[in-house]
Every structure is written in structure tokens, then in C-alpha cells.
């Protein structure tokens, strides 16, 4: 299987920054789509910001112009970085890929990390 890790997060005062970083390793062929994925108590499981190969990135309206987005193709990586956190920006932050990954063939993956909690203070 391909598997994604997550680091970063942690606890930071409203009107800081975060980042964030997700390594995808595994018999990886291909990366299509990464992403960033976000869950507070209570509620859904959101997009916060995802870049497809080749294609500009993909950012949730409440995250525009604070939050970016990046990735490293050649290290099957993307980060996330978070400026001027605000408290509703609270949650467990998931990374996401999918793409093509050898399993005895080729085979299509979309892979979850374990999450990491972001918790901003006001």
C-alpha cells in the first residue's frame, strides 16, 4: 500500500503560523492529487487545499490568502503552510494521494495519513 505521514501541527496563538508536512512513500508509479483535509468536533471532514500534477492548487474560500500550499514531486511530498491562524481553524488535519502504486500489477491507491491536530488559541 502507499502510505502518507504526517508532521507538523501543534498549539499556536491566533494570528501565528503552522506548517505542515506529508511524505507518501510505497511502490508509488504515479501521484495524481494531493491534498490537505481538515476535521473539527462536530463536523465533516473538509478540503482545505489540494494541487493536482501539472494544475494550479485548489484552496478552500475560508483558507484563501493565508494558507499555501506546495509540493515536491520528486520526494512524493506537499506542506502546508498556515499563516494568520484563527481559531476556527481548529481541527485534525488529514493528508490525502491518490494515484498509481505497484501491487503485484499496477493498481490505483488513495491513501489517508493518521491526522495531526492543529489547535489555535484566541
Known amino acids: 500500500q502507499v502510505q502518507l505521514v504526517e508532521s507538523g501541527g501543534g498549539l499556536v496563538q491566533a494570528g501565528g503560523s503552522l506548517s505542515l508536512s506529508c511524505a507518501a512513500s510505497g511502490r508509488i508509479f504515479r501521484i495524481n492529487t494531493m491534498g490537505w483535509y481538515r476535521q473539527a468536533p462536530g463536523k465533516q471532514r473538509e478540503l482545505v487545499a489540494a494541487?493536482?500534477?501539472?494544475?494550479?492548487?485548489n484552496y478552500a474560500d475560508s483558507v484563501k490568502g493565508r494558507f499555501t500550499i506546495s509540493r515536491d514531486n520528486a520526494k512524493n511530498t506537499i506542506y502546508l503552510q498556515m499563516n494568520s491562524l484563527k481559531p476556527e481553524d481548529t481541527a485534525v488535519y488529514y493528508c490525502n494521494a491518490d494515484g498509481t502504486y505497484w501491487r503485484s500489477q499496477w493498481a490505483e491507491f488513495r491513501s489517508w495519513g493518521q491526522g495531526t491536530q492543529v489547535t489555535v488559541s484566541s
Open positions: 494541487m493536482a500534477t501539472g494544475t494550479n492548487a
